[in-house]
């Protein structure tokens, strides 16, 4: 488990390229038969990713939290970004397509993560968070999910996002999950853009071809930096900085949220002349 310490906005105006990078992007979460984590001290948050090969793979405790199985004192949403497998929660067996969302709450003691099929492997995308109370496990298929269309072709922001886990969804402590998806022709997301100071987040971007692109924007309002993203690669949002983006074609991205409240509105939108 690697560790990512949180950084003041002062302290990150004064980063060059390489350190942007090495302290926000998770450059490779999706290797075969590992699990790869990110502890990040933004709200104590976990961002990993796990891909199944030939055998089972279990997500257990970590010296990193102190804790004798990872749930002891988190919750944790997952996300299924590859072929289908199934994740086994406490003897409980859970088939997962692509695309498809489940919650794991306090105190459950075995996660088992397995793929279907070893040339098209599931691909577990994991955002965990510290919890203070056991809600139900629960799974929401993605073709279930009918979402809700934003923005317009006009402004290359022609979109659709799916809400998982949030107040009107799947019930949680503090981890907010979805998965927002760019029709043909866009390209921006979140833009005009905004920060939350009572929530971190991150970003990861899939669907993006082997030679396309994503220009993630971030830093404060006032003094904004990029980093240049590929395929499968997440970003690290700190409560002060924008997340907003741009690529060479469309794409998906799957955006996870904690911190003081689970209200997706709670924004401080960040006017288009305010940008520098």
């Known amino acids: ?47 990993g990713g796990i891909t199944p090969i030939n055998e089972m793979i279990s997500l257990e405790g970590y010296d990193q939290i102190k804790a004798a ?14 072929g289908s497998g199934k994740v086994i929660v406490d003897g409980e067996i859970y088939e997962m397509e692509n695309k498809d969302c489940l919650y794991v709450g ?3 003691k075995e996660l088992l993560f397995s793929s279907d099929s070893n040339e098209n492997p599931a691909k577990y995308y994991l955002f965990s968070a510290p919890a203070h109370k056991e809600y139900p496990t629960q799974q929401v298929a993605f073709k279930d999910i ?16 799916r809400r998982m886990i949030h107040n009107e969804g799947i019930q949680s402590c503090q981890v907010v999950m979805g998965m927002t998806q760019l029709n043909t022709g866009s390209v921006w997301n979140s ?8 929530r971190m987040e991150v970003y990861l971007y899939i669907e993006l071809d082997e030679n396309a ?9 006032t003094e904004t930096r990029h980093i240049v993203m590929k395929n499968e690669q997440a970003v690290i949002s700190p ?9 060479t074609s469309n794409y998906t991205f799957i955006w996870a949220m904690a911190g003081e409240n689970k209200t997706y509105n709670d924004m401080d939108q960040v006017a288009m002349d305010q940008l520098r």
């Not at 502890?39 to 961002?47: F, H, L, V």
């Not at 409560?239 to 690529?247: K, Y």
């Open 191 to 198: 833009m005009p853009t905004h920060t939350h100071d009572r």
């Open 239 to 247: 409560p002060w900085s924008i997340h907003c983006g741009t690529a």
């Open 106 to 108: 306090l105190g459950k």
């Open 146 to 161: 009918e979402g809700e269309r934003l923005g317009s072709l006009e402004n290359a922001n022609d979109r659709v996002i």
């Open 69 to 82: 199985y990872f749930l002891e004192r988190r919750e944790v949403g997952i996300f299924n970004v590859g």
């Open 213 to 221: 692109r994503m220009f993630h924007m971030m830093g404060e309002p």
């Open 1 to 47: 488990m690697e560790i990512r310490y949180s950084t003041h906005p002062d302290h990150a105006k004064t980063f060059n390229t390489e350190e942007i990078r090495k302290h926000y992007l998770i450059e490779e979460l999706f290797v075969p038969g590992e699990i790869k984590l990110v502890y990040s001290m933004e709200d104590r948050t976990i961002t």
